[in-house]
């Protein structure tokens, strides 16, 4: 396993990052802590969650199977980067969502007992609250930092103004700032290029993608069909992306077989290969998807190739990754 500092940031994680929307939806606890103990044994350090994920089981219910996870020992914590998020409702009582200094200091309360544990490596805003202002944010996160309940911050959704606003109002309170964007991007979803991207450089923030195979159409999911082996719904973004890109993904699974890999770890050394990546979010059901997974650690794809990949899922704007304003002017 690779690492990476975070963002600009002392603190090393690995180039894969274990999410864990899954846990308590999808898979059980005892399957669960397989998963995280698989990682662990992989070199995967970095674990991300949020205090809305559970499904059916309620807002929560993932943060406290990873915290049933650290009190079985093991030194379970003290091996793992902890992220989990804060934004989403988690109940229908007003102060129960956002960004509010209450709710801030509600919900990382709430985490840290779920969580088993007395701080939080990594702590980010799920979405932007274009309702509550940046003074009460940070100062709410200073507090936080000060009383050692969360060491870093970062965001999640932003657009690369948000991105700038955040680091401009911390910048006037001296103080260290957002060092992680966690946003959508793939192959097939490439807007954060624009602005996100560029303003995540400059600023010094990893970014952390999340659905980085499209709700699985970047995982072979034409061949998964033809063997009858796909368990997706055909709804969403995965039926809209099948439409609109079937011709491009055929080819892209042509490509995948003749450079002899999976079209999922073809995706994931794709997003690996971006600058300023940090690691993409791997959701793994089973410790099998998760060992396989690890296979995109030593693909390496070289220029040809990703000008090919370029050519068959190309940026907004056009082929060549142009950032905003040339992705739409000169």
């Given at each position: 396993?690779?690492?990476?500092?975070?963002?600009?940031?002392?603190?090393?994680?690995?180039?894969?990052?274990?999410?864990?929307?899954?846990?308590?939806?999808?898979?059980?606890?005892?399957?669960?802590?397989?998963?995280?103990?698989?990682?662990?044994?992989?070199?995967?350090?970095?674990?991300?969650?949020?205090?809305?994920?559970?499904?059916?089981?309620?807002?929560?219910?993932?943060?406290?199977?990873?915290?049933?996870?650290?009190?079985?020992?093991?030194?379970?914590?003290?091996?793992?980067?902890?992220?989990?998020?804060?934004?989403?409702?988690?109940?229908?009582w007003p102060n129960e969502s956002g960004l509010s200094a209450l709710h801030i200091r509600r919900a990382v309360?709430?985490?840290?007992?779920?969580?088993?544990?007395?701080?939080?490596?990594?702590?980010?805003?799920?979405?932007?609250?274009?309702?509550?202002?940046?003074?009460?944010?940070?100062?709410?996160?200073?507090?936080?930092?000060?009383?050692?309940?969360?060491?870093?911050?970062?965001?999640?959704?932003?657009?690369?103004?948000?991105?700038?606003?955040?680091?401009?109002?911390?910048?006037?309170?001296?103080?260290?700032?957002?060092?992680?964007?966690?946003?959508?991007?793939?192959?097939?979803?490439?807007?954060?290029?624009?602005?996100?991207?560029?303003?995540?450089?400059?600023?010094?923030?990893?970014?952390?993608?999340?659905?980085?195979?499209?709700?699985?159409?970047?995982?072979?999911?034409?061949?998964?069909?033809?063997?009858?082996?796909?368990?997706?719904?055909?709804?969403?973004?995965?039926?809209?992306?099948?439409?609109?890109?079937?011709?491009?993904?055929?080819?892209?699974?042509?490509?995948?077989?003749?450079?002899?890999?999976?079209?999922?770890?073809?995706?994931?050394?794709?997003?690996?290969?971006?600058?300023?990546?940090?690691?993409?979010?791997?959701?793994?059901?089973?410790?099998?998807?998760?060992?396989?997974?690890?296979?995109?650690?030593?693909?390496?794809?070289?220029?040809?190739?990703?000008?090919?990949?370029?050519?068959?899922?190309?940026?907004?704007?056009?082929?060549?990754?142009?950032?905003?304003?040339?992705?739409?002017?000169?």
């Open positions: 396993m690779d690492y990476v500092q975070l963002g600009r940031s002392g603190l090393k994680v690995s180039r894969l990052v274990l999410g864990t929307m899954n846990f308590g939806s999808r898979i059980d606890e005892h399957q669960s802590h397989a998963v995280m103990d698989r990682a662990i044994e992989q070199g995967i350090n970095f674990i991300d969650t949020a205090n809305s994920y559970g499904g059916e089981r309620g807002p929560g219910a993932t943060e406290s199977i990873i915290g049933s996870w650290f009190a079985s020992g093991g030194r379970r914590r003290e091996k793992t980067v902890l992220a989990t998020k804060a934004y989403q409702a988690t109940g229908d309360e709430a985490s840290l007992r779920r969580l088993n544990t007395d701080y939080i490596d990594l702590f980010q805003m799920h979405h932007i609250d274009r309702a509550t202002p940046w003074d009460e944010i940070w100062e709410a996160f200073d507090v936080l930092r000060q009383q050692g309940k969360v060491l870093y911050f970062g965001s999640s959704n932003f657009a690369g103004w948000h991105i700038a606003q955040a680091q401009e109002a911390a910048r006037s309170r001296h103080f260290l700032g957002l060092v992680t964007e966690q946003s959508i991007y793939n192959l097939l979803t490439r807007w954060a290029e624009l602005e996100v991207l560029p303003a995540a450089r400059y600023y010094g923030l990893g970014v952390i993608p999340y659905s980085p195979l499209h709700g699985g159409v970047l995982s072979g999911v034409l061949r998964k069909q033809r063997e009858g082996t796909t368990v997706r719904s055909g709804q969403g973004i995965w039926a809209a992306a099948l439409a609109d890109q079937h011709a491009a993904i055929e080819e892209y699974e042509r490509l995948c077989d003749e450079l002899g890999h999976s079209p999922a770890n073809v995706a994931l050394a794709w997003l690996l290969a971006q600058k300023g990546v940090t690691g993409p979010i791997i959701g793994p059901r089973t410790v099998e998807h998760l060992d396989d997974a690890m296979g995109a650690l030593d693909i390496n794809l070289d220029q040809d190739i990703l000008a090919k990949l370029d050519g068959l899922f190309p940026a907004p704007g056009g082929s060549g990754s142009k950032p905003a304003p040339e992705a739409y002017a000169w």
